[in-house]
Structure formats: C-alpha cells, structure tokens
C-alpha cells in the first residue's frame, strides 16, 4: 500500500540556517510527488511538484527513486517560511495520500 | 484563493446526531475531495468525487457518506457523530483529477461532544 512518511513532526531553525524537510514514501508504481504548505490562518496551497522541477519561494525538492525520498530544501530560511508543510504522493487513483506533516518554525 | 466555500465553518454537535457539511465551488472542477486533518496523521482522504452522482470511497470512509447531485457541490454526512470524527474537515477540487494541483477550501472545525 502506499503510504508517505515525515518523520519530524517540528523542525526549528534559526533565520538564515538551511532547512531540510524529510519526506520518504513507498508505492509500487511510478511515483508523482508534491509538496503543500499551510501558513497561519491561510488555506492549504500547492508549494510544488518534483515533475516541474522548479524552485519556488527558494524551496527546491528532488525526487530520489532509489531512496525512495523527496526532501525539501531550502538554502537560507527565512521567518515568512514558518508554516505547516505536507509531502503528498498521486496514487493514480485521482486523490493523493499525505504525510502526516511538518512544521517548520525558523526563529530570528 | 480558488471560488471554494465550506459551510458551516465551525460546528459543536452531540453523539449520535446526523451532520452535513457542505463543499461548494464555482470553478467548475470535474473532481471534488474531502478530507479531515488531525494530529499526528495529517490529511487523510474520506471521499472524492470524480462527477456528478460519481463518487468513490478514501481511506477513512467508514461513517461517513457523500453526495454530489450538482457539479458545484459536494455534501458530507455523518449519519450517527462520534468523538472519533471531532476534527477538521476539508474540501479540494481539482480540474484534472491526476497529477493537477487540488485546491482547498478554508476548513469546517468540527467538534463531537
């Protein structure tokens, strides 16, 4: 079965220190990864998705097969980062399976 | 924020009684989903709907039934509420319904006494 696995429940870090979110999954098919946020008093949105393999708001994630890993990262964090991030995988069964979520809270 | 509304947003409901949540949308998105995020298990998908009358369940089904008579809205039931179900519900629609991105809607903070 599949499932998705984010092993921190709280990460915290200092302004300026890099971040990295960890994220791992299993599933027997071709996986499709994403990352979501949730930010104080916001709705869940779409950060981004490893097919893109773009870098938004500085966050970057690769998608390691043979780690079965999608970690995200970030270089330099900033305070505005401080927020909830979930890793989700697309099961091909048109909905996606969470992780259990991480937040991030990076101090000044 | 996508044209995505939940009602109520925030309910207080005794054991044993029914509840409905309403997900409504004006995008015109084919797919709809519900979910409910709790501590510890973040979101898990309840059911998702790939059309009207076309509905199909998720993980965490059990108790809970939808409907979708119109492409706009999607309805969750809890015929008999327990404490189990106090939590936070969500909707997201999506376009395309595979590897597009889901939209949420702002939450329905449900609580069973």
Known sequence: ?108 | DAGITQSPRHKVTETGTPVTLRCHQTENHRYMYWYRQDPGHGLRLIHYSYGVKDTDKGEVSDGYSVSRSKTEDFLLTLESATSSQTSVYFCAISDRGDRSEQYFGPGTRLTVT
């Open chain 1, 1 to 108: 079965a599949q499932r998705v696995t984010q092993p921190e429940k709280l990460l915290s870090v200092f302004k300026g220190a890099p971040v990295e979110l960890k994220c791992n999954y299993s599933y027997s098919g071709s996986p499709e990864l994403f990352w979501y946020v949730q930010y104080s008093r916001q709705r869940l949105q779409l950060l981004l998705r490893h097919i893109s393999r773009e870098s938004i708001k500085g966050f970057t994630a690769d998608l390691n097969k043979g780690e079965t890993s999608f970690h995200l990262k970030k270089p330099f964090a900033q305070e505005e980062d401080s927020a909830m991030y979930y890793c989700a995988l697309y099961t091909g069964r048109r909905a996606l399976t969470f992780g259990s979520g991480t937040r991030l809270q990076v101090q000044p």
